[in-house]
């Protein structure tokens, strides 16, 4: 019998993580053994507590805390190190699963003398386009259709075992490479340019598809969201969450929040609101959002964290945190002239799919 495993990052917003939990034991929960969270961040001790308490809550959960923040990389790496399970899920905090049935899916599609795959997960471009280029060349690799293309895969909705993973030099994390460095995954091929850029899993993405036949992956829609998001609801787009098939969603930056916009009325992150002195600002730059479409994605983030919000309730030792999380949403609604009625608006619209 093989077992079954979810890692998952989390760099520490509270309400985020109460409101995945609840989709968690409502939807997919018991398609996994265990679901091990580690909590990266410096964020008060209070609401530490409070994490902490919501996860023993949920069964199956196991959760690692480290005090500060690490590179998301790292923190697969080292929550690695902990799974006991021989077939690994890796999932983000702002990936939501409504509807059952997909995960217990595609592990089964690992599992067993004659499975099909070894690897399972969404294709990804986030790097330098010499790599894209030297990845299609040396493995066939097709780039044509919509959505995210490349050689890569996300950090999410990736499906794999433990061993293949251990076979790796397990750097996960965001790589560069210079002007003349070996990258021995793409056939020990030189970098030309001055220098080229990999995000997160694609150093280790490279290394998998150079030990993975082409014919043992399955790529698998991650329906990423995007600013678009309503236009997709009312046309029911093909690459997109709405499209009628979707089970699960990836929101995407909404790490941003506790990390960095949502600040207090000096200028702290929610996170570091002890730890860092207060800022000379008390707003974030405005050319942050000046088009339509930047308008748009904030509206985007802030429905999910104005969500969170309404979805949590306050304890006595955490009421002085959620008045501050609600102020810093409505000082970014203020500051970049957001759309109160539109937030609504995608509030109605992801809730059309049990969110």
């Given at each position: ?20 939990l ?59 190190d ?67 293309q ?19 030099d ?36 490279l ?68 730890i ?56 970014i ?23």
């Amino acid at each position: 019998m093989t077992s079954r495993a979810a890692i998952l990052p989390f760099p520490g917003d509270p309400y985020l993580i109460n409101y995945w939990l609840d989709l968690y034991d409502r939807v997919w929960g018991n398609e996994v053994d265990r679901l091990y969270i580690h909590l990266n961040s410096p964020i008060e001790q209070p609401m530490v507590n409070y994490i902490m308490a919501r996860c023993s809550r949920s069964p199956r959960v196991k959760l690692i805390y480290t005090p500060q923040q690490i590179e998301h990389g790292d923190v697969i790496n080292r929550t690695l190190d902990v799974v006991e399970e021989e077939n690994i899920m890796l999932i983000e905090d702002d990936a939501f699963i409504f509807k059952p049935g997909s995960v217990d899916m595609f592990f089964r599609m690992l599992e067993g003398n004659n499975s099909n795959y070894d690897i399972i997960g969404s294709k990804r471009g986030s790097c330098a386009m010499e790599i894209l280029t030297r990845a299609k060349q040396l493995w066939g690799l097709d780039y044509e259709g919509e959505g995210d293309q490349g050689p890569n895969f996300w950090p999410s909705f990736f499906f794999t075992r433990k061993e293949i993973l251990l076979k790796t030099d397990r750097n996960f994390g965001a790589r560069a490479w210079k002007k003349g460095e070996v990258i021995p995954a793409l056939g020990d091929y030189v970098v030309q340019d001055e220098i080229a850029n990999g995000d997160t899993m694609v150093h280790m993405s490279l290394q998998l598809r150079a030990m993975i036949p082409k014919e043992r992956i399955l790529c698998i829609p991650q329906y990423h969201g995007h600013p678009d998001d309503m236009d997709h609801f009312v046309t029911h787009y093909a690459y997109s969450m709405f499209n009628g098939q979707a089970t699960w969603c990836h929101i995407g930056s909404l790490s941003s929040g506790v990390g960095g916009i949502l600040r207090d009325n000096v200028n702290r992150s929610l996170t570091r609101r002890l730890i860092d002195p207060p800022g000379q600002a008390t707003s974030l730059p405005n050319e942050w959002c000046r088009s339509d479409f930047e308008k748009r994605e904030f509206e985007r983030r802030v429905q999910w964290w104005l969500t969170f919000y309404e979805h949590a309730k306050p304890t006595p030792d955490t009421k002085e945190f959620y008045d501050l999380y609600n102020e810093a949403i409505y000082r970014i609604i203020k500051q970049f002239s957001l759309r109160i009625t539109e937030i609504r608006r995608r509030q109605i619209a992801y809730g059309t799919l049990g969110l």
